[in-house]
C-alpha cells in the first residue's frame, strides 16, 4: 500500500510541476500528510485478515508488488489531475499572477491525507470493503482520526500559519467529497479487474 501511494504520488508531483509555475505542495505540508498517513498504518498490527486468506500459506513476491504499485499506484494521479484541472478553471489558479496557492496546496493537502488514509480499507481485501469486510476497530478508529485531523489542521490557528495553509471556503468541499468517493469506486473497479486478471491480490 506505501508503494503504491508514494508511486502515486511522485507521478502526481510530476505532472504538477510540469503544469504549474509554482511549488504544487510545500515540502513541510508533504512530510505533515507523510507522517499522518504513516501514524494511521500504525494500526495495521492489529487488523483481521479474511479467514479464506489464512486458509494456505502465501509466498511474498517481489514481482506481485510491482504488479500492484503499477496498478494502483497511478489511480490517485488520475484524481489529482482532476483537482488540478479544477482548480484552473473554476478557481483560476494558474501561479501566474500572483494566485491563491495556498488554497491549492491547502486543498490538494486535505485530499491527499484523506485518499491515502481510506484507500486502506479498500485494499486491505479483495473484497468488497465494509459490506464484505471490515476492518478492526483500531484501523476504522484511526482512519477517522487521522482523517479529521488532516480536515481540521488547516482551520486550527497557529497550526494552519505555521504549516502556510488557508482555510478552504466551504463551496469546495463538496468538491472533495465527490472525489473521494470517485476515487473510492474507481479503486475498487480496478482491483476487481486485478484480481480477475491475475487471480491473485497479495
Known sequence: MAISSNFGNAFSLLVASAWFPFTPILPIQ???????YDIS???????RMDPE???VPHRW??????KFMICIGPISS??????????????KITGASGDDLGLFRTTWFVIGILTQTLVVHLLR????PVLQSCASVQVTVMTCVIMSIGISLPWIPYVSQALEFEQPPLAIY?????????YCITTQIVKLIYVACFKEWF
Open 174 to 182: 463538496p468538491f472533495i467529497a465527490l472525489d473521494l468517493v470517485m
Open 61 to 66: 513476491s517481489m514481482k506481485s508488488v510491482l
Open 78 to 91: 488520475v484524481f489529482d489531475v482532476a483537482f488540478f484541472s479544477y482548480m484552473v478553471f473554476v478557481y
Open 125 to 128: 481485501t479483495p473484497k468488497i
Open 30 to 36: 508533504l512530510l505533515i500528510q507523510n507522517l499522518l
Open 53 to 55: 486468506f489464512l486458509m
Open 41 to 47: 498504518q500504525t494500526s495495521i498490527p492489529w487488523d
